[in-house]
């Protein structure tokens, strides 16, 4: 389940923390596709992009 949405600075990229799957994705906010999945440790709560 999606719990956390973070953006670049810029705006051309969203990261979205899934609680329950364990893992972060980075979408491109101008194609709106999902262009990578990140595995992270247990449920992650929340996402902070520093870029």
């Given amino acids: ?3 956390t949405i973070s ?3 810029d705006g051309d990229f969203a990261y ?3 609680q329950g799957s ?3 994705s980075v979408i ?3 194609s709106n ?3 990578r999945t990140i595995q992270v440790a ?3 709560i ?3 992009v520093d870029k």
């Fill in 1 to 3: 389940m999606p719990t």
């Fill in 7 to 9: 953006t670049t600075k």
């Fill in 16 to 18: 979205v923390s899934n």
């Fill in 22 to 24: 364990s893992t972060i």
């Fill in 28 to 30: 491109d906010t101008k």
């Fill in 33 to 35: 596709q999902v262009i």
């Fill in 42 to 44: 247990d449920n992650p």
């Fill in 46 to 48: 929340t996402v902070m």
